[in-house]
């Protein structure tokens, strides 16, 4: 089992492009998740789905939208980048709130 | 949402023991994660704490006061291998997501 991936693990982007990151799962859990990781800010939870079709906003949305339109793929879309999305970027996935959460390898953006 | 505070830093000698303390809102409490983190790395899972006590699993354990909204891992013959951050965090808004505290760099000097 692969576990968590993620695509890309490094991007640099010009302000005001778009993207898209992409995280996909094979141990069939439910609920999925998308973090971005400052320095001295921890993990911020951007957005996350409790199921396949289903999405919700977490602590810092904005600038992002999300789709989960199949259970193991979750994809970030970033509309216009600006420098402030510059970060790395986490996906998750677990069965429920109280199980553990599996991390991807991450994310590497930079906005210019 | 949860409110999670923990040290930023701290540093301690290899094969000496560390505490890393986690406090957060007893109100709704449903459990509490303990994640490490290498630079550069992903989190991985360490614990999840449900029941007051310590729970231990090798060199690591964890401990939880729920009446004291208290929590510590607590780290035993540390090696350089240990250095890292360890991040607290606790299911959160309607149980359905998990809020992490900003994580505690923990730096293992010879």
Redesign the interface.
């Known amino acids: 089992n692969a576990g968590v991936t993620q695509t890309p693990k490094f991007r640099v982007l010009k302000t005001g492009q778009s993207m898209t990151l992409l995280c996909a799962q094979d141990m069939n859990h439910e609920?999925m998740?998308w973090?971005r990781q400052d320095p001295?800010?921890?993990?911020?939870?951007i957005h996350?789905s409790?199921g396949e079709g289903t999405t919700?906003k977490?602590?810092v949305p904005d600038g992002y939208n999300v789709s989960r339109l199949k259970k193991q793929n979750f994809l970030l879309g970033l509309e216009s980048a600006a420098p402030s999305q510059t970060s790395v970027y986490?996906c998750a996935s677990s069965l429920d709130?109280?199980?553990?959460?599996?991390?991807?390898?991450?994310t590497r953006l930079t906005v210019l | 949402?949860q409110n999670i505070d923990q040290p930023?830093e701290m540093t301690a000698t290899e094969g000496a023991i560390v505490q890393i303390n986690c406090t957060y809102q007893t109100s709704g409490f449903?459990?509490l994660?303990w994640?490490q983190q290498h630079a550069g790395?992903?989190?991985?899972?360490l614990s999840?704490n449900?029941l007051d006590g310590l729970e231990e699993k090798g060199r690591f354990s964890s401990f939880l006061s729920r009446s004291k909204g208290y929590s510590y891992l607590l780290l035993k013959e540390l090696q350089m291998k240990d250095s890292a951050s360890y991040?607290c965090?606790a299911?959160s808004g309607g149980?359905?997501?998990?809020?992490?505290?900003?994580?505690t760099k923990l730096q293992v000097i010879p």
């Open positions: 609920y998740y973090y001295g800010m921890g993990l911020r939870l996350y409790v919700a977490g602590e986490f709130t109280y199980n553990e959460q599996f991390f991807g390898p991450g | 949402g930023t449903n459990g994660f994640y790395e992903a989190p991985t899972f999840y449900v991040l965090a299911p149980y359905q997501k998990v809020t992490f505290g900003t994580g």
